[in-house]
């Protein structure tokens, strides 16, 4: 019952603030509304599970929250330095847009598991280990 619970509160949330931002900001004010609900929903299941000592924060998690941070933030400042001006976009042709919009993809999953890979990350720290 719980997670239905969350999830209607969540989406009450999204409505109320698509609702309050979207005339100030357009689709924008959605893509953030959206934003905010996940971010309420996350939450508000994370702090249950943690409540009911369903979910244990184990050790490495707080490296692990820094290293996909960094990386995130890092393939976040790359992708905003390589994205053309809005005319590009209105301007070009739509094979021209698809090929940027593939370059920046495949740039941007380059960059975050290059980084991760730097910050120390490895392939085999994602598995479960059998105690």
Known sequence: ??????GVIAMLVNIVFSLLLFKPMAHVGLA??????ALVNASALFYVLKHDK???VQAGWGRFALQTGLA????TLVLWWWVPP???WLQAGVWS???LLLLL?????FCYG????VLGLRPRHMLLKNS
Do not use: D, H
């Open 1 to 6: 019952k719980t997670p239905v619970k969350i």
């Open 114 to 117: 290059s980084s991760l890979f």
């Open 86 to 88: 809005l005319e590009y």
């Open 97 to 99: 847009r698809f090929y």
């Open 54 to 56: 369903t979910f244990l």
């Open 32 to 37: 953030l509304a959206t934003s905010i609900a």
């Open 72 to 75: 995130s933030a890092l393939m």
């Open 105 to 109: 993809v495949v740039s941007g999953v």
